[in-house]
């Protein structure tokens, strides 16, 4: 079982930087591919950024692309996502997932523990 807890949250003007952190608990975090998810109110759920097991290997939501940066830290069983030049957009709430086997990093479906989420409010 993996237990997967965010961090980092909270209300910013656009134009900051906010970076939110995942704790994922349990023995395969080193072999877990980490992604980051977010759901506006009224919308669904939407990738924004995946890292590979090894870290050599990310992906991002156009949306995203330039400003965010995905990153882990295998010794702390963490990820990060540097979230820079937010835009009120960017507000929304924030899942921080893991995925033990292979597939489409951009999918849902594809992760197996799923994190409480943290809330990231952009204003204007």
């Known amino acids: 079982q993996v237990q997967v807890v965010e961090s980092g949250g909270g209300l910013v003007q656009a134009g900051d930087s906010l970076r939110l952190s995942c704790t994922a608990s349990?023995?395969?975090?080193?072999?877990?591919?980490m992604g980051w998810f977010r759901q506006a109110p009224g919308k669904e759920r939407e990738f924004v950024a995946a890292i590979s097991w090894s870290g050599g290997v990310s992906y991002y939501a156009d949306s995203v692309k330039g400003r965010f940066t995905i990153s882990r830290d295998n010794a702390k069983n963490t990820v990060y996502l540097q979230m820079n030049s937010l835009k009120p957009e960017d507000t929304a709430v924030y899942y921080c997932?893991?995925?033990?086997?292979?597939?489409?990093?951009?999918?849902?479906?594809?992760?197996?523990?799923w994190g409480q989420g943290t809330q990231v409010t952009v204003s204007s």
């Open positions: 349990g023995h395969t975090f080193s072999s877990s591919a």
């Open positions: 997932a893991a995925g033990l086997g292979y597939g489409n990093r951009r999918s849902q479906s594809t992760y197996d523990y």
